[in-house]
């Protein structure tokens, strides 16, 4: 399995453009913390860009990603992507062991919310955006009330990382992908 084969199974199930840039956002984190960990960027990669590529047939927690899995695996999605997809999402009760799991779980929340920061920002851009940007919008619970803080939490507490320095992490891994995500460069090359 190769991203080539991966973006052909998201673009065969997903057709709403923000869920596909929601995926690209968390594949980008999920390489950016295979290089830090020493990991395969490639496999990584590829669990984050398919762990909701289901969400539009599957939408329920009944579902999601439950009922996705078997398409996986039809596909030839290796297991060790499939189990970190599945537990991805508490509701499935599959434990995250592996590191690859556990980072799968702490940047899927995360890009939503770095997402929803950058958009309000004059520059509407990820270059220019900090963490600092993110913890004052972290603290008003109104703002991108769909991100739900306890799992981003918990997401950097089970990756062993201070939650501060994960969602710096996350910036810096978004911002190599930016132009995918639909953002503008605010310092355009010329």
Not at 42 to 59: N, Q, S, T, V
Not at 76 to 82: K, L, S, T
Not at 87 to 99: E, Q
Not at 175 to 184: E, Y
């Amino acid at each position: 399995m190769n991203r080539e084969q991966a973006l052909e199974i998201v673009r065969e199930y997903v057709k709403n453009e923000n869920l596909i840039r929601h995926m690209i956002a968390v594949e980008a984190a999920m390489r950016y913390y295979a290089e830090k960990f020493n990991e395969d960027p490639e496999k990584w990669g590829i669990a984050g860009l398919l762990h909701d590529f289901d969400y539009e047939i599957h939408p329920t927690l009944d579902a999601h990603p439950q009922e996705g899995a078997p398409i996986l695996r039809a596909k030839g999605v290796p297991e060790e992507i499939v189990r970190a997809i599945l537990s991805h999402a508490d509701h499935t009760g599959v434990p995250r062991v592996s590191l690859m799991e556990k980072a799968l779980y702490a940047c899927d929340e995360i890009t939503g919310l770095v997402i929803a920061v950058a958009l309000v920002r004059p520059s509407r851009s990820l270059d220019d955006l900090e963490v600092s940007s993110v913890k004052k919008k972290w603290k008003d619970k109104a703002f991108a009330a769909g991100a739900n803080r306890a799992e981003i939490e918990k997401g950097a507490q089970e990756l062993g990382i201070d939650l501060w320095e994960h969602v710096g992490n996350v910036i810096l891994a978004m911002r190599r992908v930016a132009k995918d995500l639909g953002f503008q460069s605010v310092n355009p090359s010329p």
